[in-house]
């Protein structure tokens, strides 16, 4: 079936380091992609997303790109901030991108030091 | 933007009582709600998902005679732990879908379920 694969935390990073956190899927066909970020005390809230290969999302200083050939989706972001600090949590779905039927990978926790 | 609240976020309760878990959209009519159960250092696991006014779609290995769903209204989804016993201690997430312009999906916060 469906999986997702992210890489185990927790990851603990100075402010202003660079980020990454690795996500690869197994998956009949291709599949949208997401990742989804939660706050201490929050749900989760779409971080970004892409529907097709070599599509690149982006948000908050966030990116990933859809890599068909390798079946990833790794998060980076530049320049990290104490306020990121959070669970990140990547995921796919076949819902023709309406992400609704997702499949999630187990969270990946990082904490920023200033 | 778009709230879902769940209630409780922290449960604990002895073996063989039933706890009840609600997911409200706040602002927002969902036309339909998951429910999801995280194990530790194990990925979000789909449960079962909820159309208002019709009965639950249980994924695979889901007792739907142990966790009872109801979405009565189009704010308000329930899961019902019955006869709880240790092994569903869990994190339990709910997320509601719906939306005045594009259909969106949104988060509750998530219960955790301690049962002793």
């Known amino acids: 079936g469906d999986s997702v694969t992210q890489m185990e935390g927790p990851v603990t990073l100075s402010e202003e380091a660079f980020l990454t956190i690795n996500c690869t899927y197994t998956a009949t066909g291709y599949p949208s992609l997401f990742w989804y970020v939660q706050y201490p005390g929050e749900g989760l809230q779409l971080l970004l997303k892409?529907?097709?290969?070599?599509d690149k999302g982006s948000n908050k200083g966030f990116e990933a790109t859809y890599r068909k050939e390798t079946t990833s989706f790794h998060l980076e972001k530049g320049s990290v901030q104490v306020s990121d600090s959070a669970v990140y949590f990547c995921?796919?779905?076949?819902?023709?991108?309406?992400?609704?039927?997702?499949?999630f990978g187990k969270g990946t926790l990082l904490t920023v030091n200033p | 933007g778009a709230v879902v609240s769940q209630h409780p976020s922290r449960v604990i309760c002895k073996s063989g009582t039933s706890v009840k878990i609600e997911c409200r959209s706040l602002?927002?009519?969902?036309?339909?709600m998951f429910w999801y159960r995280q194990f530790p250092k194990k990925s979000l696991m789909l449960m079962a998902t909820?159309?208002?006014?019709?009965?639950?779609?249980?994924e695979q290995g889901v007792e739907k005679d142990k966790f009872l769903i109801n979405h009565a209204s189009l704010t308000l989804s329930t899961l019902t732990v019955t006869s709880a016993h240790p092994e569903d201690s869990s994190f339990y997430i709910c997320?509601?879908?719906?939306?005045?312009?594009?259909?969106?999906?949104?988060f509750g916060s998530g219960t955790q379920l301690s049962v002793l």
């Open positions: 995921a796919l779905s076949f819902s023709g991108g309406s992400n609704y039927k997702l499949t």
């Open positions: 997320s509601a879908r719906g939306g005045r312009v594009t259909e969106k999906l949104f």
């Open positions: 892409a529907t097709k290969a070599d």
């Open positions: 909820s159309n208002e006014g019709s009965k639950a779609t249980y």
């Open positions: 602002d927002f009519q969902a036309t339909t």
